[in-house]
């Protein structure tokens, strides 16, 4: 079992900012990547950006050059900063972790959702 603790959400004026933050915790041998995914009313989740063990980085287009995700290895924690937000950002946005469990196989782990909303 994977436990992902989330937190940083909340309400926010235009152009501001926020830093979203994911900690894995529970039966990891090591983890993979992970990434933030968003999901606004009547939409589908959508990928806002994932990170690998080697750190290498993969955002949604329309998060490109205002969010940034990071993460410490140390501690099994992601974040996520995320800097000139639009109300087109608003939604709940859920970690996800991809990890390995046992020798061979891996997992998805999804955390419970925190709020994200963008007022214009």
């Known amino acids: 079992q994977v436990q992902l603790v989330e937190s940083g959400g909340g309400l926010v004026q235009a152009g501001g900012s926020l830093r979203l933050s994911c900690a894995a915790s529970?039966?990891?041998?090591?983890?993979?990547?992970m990434g933030w995914y968003r999901q606004a009313p009547g939409k589908q989740r959508e990928l806002v950006a994932t990170?690998?063990?080697?750190?290498?980085?993969r955002y949604a287009d329309s998060v490109k050059g205002r969010f940034t995700i990071s993460r410490d290895n140390a501690k099994n924690t992601v974040y996520l900063q995320m800097n000139s937000l639009k109300p087109e950002d608003t939604g709940v946005y859920y970690c996800?972790?991809?990890?390995?469990?046992?020798?061979?196989?891996?997992?998805?782990?999804w955390g419970q959702g925190t709020q994200v909303t963008v007022s214009s």
């Open positions: 529970g039966s990891i041998l090591s983890i993979n990547a």
């Open positions: 996800n972790c991809n990890g390995m469990v046992v020798v061979g196989f891996s997992v998805d782990s």
């Open positions: 990170i690998t063990s080697g750190s290498m980085t």
